[in-house]
């Protein structure tokens, strides 16, 4: 059963750094799009990243754009979303899901399978 698990949320301050990690089981990540969204309280999902399946192509959204970092180790069955220089509307659930597709997208529609979400919490 394909399986996604995030890890590596938690409590941090404004300006520091996380790095969360999506574990796949039951398949390999060689054929999926990987990608990161968000949920704050009250408001809609956010696609924030983006990774293709060899990892040579990444997106970002505007607002992340510059200050998180996607990455993949296929070997490792793993991606990761690096987090720097945060903000406290950086707070939300994280999620990874996965695509069987050849084509990158911040749309959450477009992913079939869904991590349960590390949580984020940005605040001093």
């Known amino acids: 059963q394909l399986q996604l698990v995030e890890s590596g949320g938690g409590l941090v301050q404004p300006g520091g750094s996380l790095r969360l990690s999506c574990a796949a089981s039951?398949?390999?990540?060689?054929?999926?799009?990987i990608g990161w969204f968000r949920q704050a309280p009250g408001k809609e999902r956010e696609g924030v990243s983006c990774?293709?399946?060899?990892?040579?192509?990444?997106i970002y959204s505007d607002s992340v754009k510059g200050r998180f970092t996607i990455s993949r180790d296929n070997a490792k069955n793993t991606v990761y979303l690096q987090m720097n220089s945060l903000k406290p509307e950086d707070t939300a659930a994280y999620y990874c899901?996965?695509?069987?597709?050849?084509?990158?997208?911040?749309?959450?529609?477009?992913?079939?399978?869904w991590g349960q979400g590390t949580q984020v919490t940005v605040s001093s």
């Open positions: 990774i293709s399946r060899r990892g040579g192509i990444t």
């Open positions: 899901a996965a695509a069987l597709s050849s084509r990158t997208s911040l749309r959450g529609a477009d992913f079939g399978s």
């Open positions: 039951g398949f390999t990540l060689d054929y999926y799009v």
